[in-house]
């Protein structure tokens, strides 16, 4: 499934056009909304088990669209719930506050919520807790879920007090880039990507995000990136995305079809490109097998044409090609990385095993197109490229 983080403020914009907005969405093959911005610290209970009404045309406008709705609680002051609870003199078959702060939002139509790891209820206890109620929403295929949000290199391990059978956590949120007050650079960025690709098959895939700040150069290449690991892609909401949208979907003009069309041929480049690019990705995610299901294969190599070195990345050098392979059945989908600032040329040597040609999918720069020998590919500088393979002769 693919998550689009959204706040809240984003659909206060858009009431009358809410429907088509979300609708659009759905058609990319987005299947959830993370919601954020309805929870602040400091917030009392009350606040707690309150929708206004933009909250509720957005669930019910959500459900119309077949867009799941997952309410974030990171920024919730989850500990005066379980606080309340702790101090109450009720029995200890009546509903707490935070049983019945769960019931209402999953009463209003929301799929599940998001906590961090570093919140309260992130413990053995609170999750079963939190289970049982989720499951008096869950039906048959509708099953109400629970994410949490990584907020360090190291997953914390639950503060259990005995062995579960039980799911706790539905999806575990990882971020690609290190949180930090400055955009990493290439060398890091490389690194940090390097070390995600490496984990091995039998691991859980979590859903990602790209998590810290990235530069103008690389951001591009992290959205493919996030699109074409395997497990769930969480996709910020891009204020030029959010924009071109709104625009695009305008309900202003009697005619809306020249509206839509002059709104997109007087876009600069740079925002056509990203439209287009997530268009393309999502829409391969959503009907490639190989994307979507597929094995995973990390290819570590050094590509650059003066160098046949496997070793990872050395402070001395630009940051190598990193790639990776995706395969479901005779399908295989070739996804390389340059995070460096030099070019690279694909060295025929590093994987004898593949097809020897492929077409373009989809490249940062949009500007690949046809089919291609891959030895004939030179990766530009900050640029990712997704390439389709297949035997000479043919093509599925």
């Known amino acids: 499934m693919l998550f689009w ?20 969405l759905r058609s990319l093959g987005i299947g959830a909304l993370i919601l954020e911005g309805v929870f602040h610290k400091g917030m ?14 957005l669930l019910m406008e959500s459900n119309k669209a077949n867009l799941k709705v997952v309410m974030d609680l990171c920024e919730a002051d ?23 702060a769960l019931r209402f939002w999953l009463g209003q139509g929301v799929a599940g919520f998001l906590i961090c790891d570093t919140d309260v209820a992130y413990s053995e206890e609170a999750l079963l807790e939190w289970r049982g109620v989720l499951q008096e929403f869950s039906t048959r295929g509708e099953e109400r879920i629970v994410m949490v949000k990584q907020t360090s290199d190291i997953p914390r391990p639950l503060n259990s007090s005995s062995q579960s ?62 699109i074409t690991m395997p497990g769930s892609p969480a996709i910020q909401h891009d204020e030029d995305f959010e924009r071109f949208q709104r625009e695009f979907m305008s309900k202003n003009s009697p ?33 490639e097998e190989a ?14 044409s003066n160098s046949s070195s496997n070793s990872t990345v050395s ?37 004898p095993n593949l097809p020897e040609s492929g077409v373009f ?5 949009m500007n690949r197109y046809g089919t291609t020998p891959l030895h004939a590919v030179e990766v530009h500088p900050h640029e990712a490229i997704v390439l389709k393979l297949f035997k000479a002769g043919r093509y599925s």
């Not at 009392?44 to 045309?57: E, F, G, K, M, V």
């Not at 880039?177 to 290439?186: D, E, I, K, V, Y």
């Not at 999918?361 to 720069?365: I, L």
């Open 165 to 226: 059978n039980v799911t706790l956590v539905n999806v575990v949120l990882r971020s690609i880039l290190p949180n930090s007050r400055s955009p990493p650079s290439f060398q890091e960025v490389a690194e940090a990507i390097e070390k995600h690709l490496q984990i091995k098959e039998e691991d859980t895939w979590p859903s990602w995000t790209i998590g810290g700040e990235a530069s103008h150069e690389l951001k591009r290449l992290l959205f493919v990136l996030l």
């Open 44 to 57: 009392s209970i009350s606040n707690l088990t309150d929708a206004p009404t933009q909250i509720q045309l």
């Open 255 to 287: 005619n809306k079809d020249i509206i839509r069309s002059y709104t997109y041929k007087n876009m600069d480049k740079t925002k056509r490109a990203n439209v287009a690019l997530f268009n393309i990705l999502s829409h391969s995610k959503a009907i």
């Open 78 to 100: 989850l500990l005066e719930l379980y606080a309340a609870a702790g101090h109450s003199d009720m029995p200890s078959n009546h509903s707490t506050p935070v049983q019945d």
């Open 361 to 365: 999918v989809a490249s940062s720069e």
């Open 291 to 304: 994307l979507m299901y597929g094995s995973f294969t990390f290819l570590p190599f050094n590509a650059s």
């Open 5 to 24: 983080f959204v706040n809240v403020n984003l659909f206060s914009l858009l009431f009358e056009e809410v429907s088509e907005q979300l609708a659009h």
């Open 315 to 351: 402070p001395s050098l630009s940051p190598p090609l990193l790639a990776f392979l995706r395969s479901w059945g005779c399908v295989h989908f070739l996804v390389l990385l340059n995070v460096g600032a030099e070019p690279h040329f694909l060295n025929p040597a590093w994987a």
